[in-house]
């Protein structure tokens, strides 16, 4: 059977996509339901199970909610459903939003391979984002961004090596704070710039900064015990938005590092 969350949140998208009011849309759930279950056809009580709740999980995570729009004709019921405000933003780019786990990873596997370190934690970061788990999730995409960072490192490192100089004292491979080991990547990257692509060199020039140092802060501030409720669910959603542009530019940079840097 295919994916029941990625087929309910396709529906959802082709049918919200023609509505006249997407904006406030609202629908009649036992139809659409009964559309997917006629799609994915279960053939066990295990897939009938999964398909209900791959869709509680929508209303679990806010994505869709009891409701009704009066501009629609009838009243309100207990069959009608509406797209909730975070529930548009993930329709819009259900593709690879974090809702649509199977998606998601498909956006990022350019960058990340399914079976390596940083691909378990971002599998992990989704489940525990489903589960609304946001200071767990924040923390586990952290450290997926992190052994990126460590793979950057290690990679300069061989080169190095390869090329038979001494290692820059920038450079660590004995701490395991990320942001020490940002720092001497950071130097080695900026003395290199001129060495690169233009557009890659550009890239790095005006995107890093934004990209991973937000990622590596986040899962600082949700990893050390300071406040209560400090991350909503919106906060951890732009994170996970966030993160596939910032592996996709580590991995860009490992493969450069990899073919064209000449260490000084």
């Not at 450079?171 to 710039?193: F, N, Q, R």
């Amino acid at each position: 059977m295919d994916d029941p969350k990625k087929a309910i949140l396709e529906t959802i998208s082709t049918d919200w996509s023609k509505a006249p009011h997407a904006e406030v849309w609202a629908f009649n759930q036992s139809a659409l339901l009964k559309r997917i279950f006629d799609q994915l056809d279960p053939q066990t009580p295990a897939d009938i199970v999964a398909i209900n709740y791959a869709w509680h999980e929508l209303y679990r995570n806010g994505v869709i909610g009891w409701g009704w729009d009066p501009r629609q004709r009838g009243g309100a019921n207990c069959q009608d459903a509406f797209m909730t405000p975070h529930g548009n933003t993930v329709i819009k780019a259900f593709t690879r939003d974090p809702e649509n786990p199977a998606g998601y990873l498909a956006h990022i596997s350019v960058a990340i391979e399914a079976n390596s370190i940083a691909g378990s934690y971002v599998e992990e970061a989704l489940k525990t984002y489903a589960t609304g788990c946001n200071r767990a999730a924040v923390v586990l995409i952290g450290c997926a961004a992190e052994s990126l960072l460590r793979e950057m490192r290690d990679q300069i490192v061989s080169k190095y090596v390869s090329a038979g100089k001494p290692q820059p004292s920038d450079i660590k491979t004995s701490v395991w704070m990320a942001k020490a080991i940002a720092t001497g990547v950071e130097k080695i990257l900026d003395d290199a710039k001129l060495q690169m692509p233009k557009e890659l060199g550009d890239d790095y020039n005006g995107r890093w900064a934004s990209l991973y140092d937000v990622i590596r802060k986040a899962r600082n501030d949700a990893g050390h015990p300071n406040a209560v409720g400090s991350l909503g669910r919106s906060d951890v959603h732009a994170i996970l938005l966030l993160f596939p542009e910032t592996a996709k530019l580590m991995r860009a940079l490992i493969q450069w590092v990899d073919s064209s840097f000449k260490p000084k």
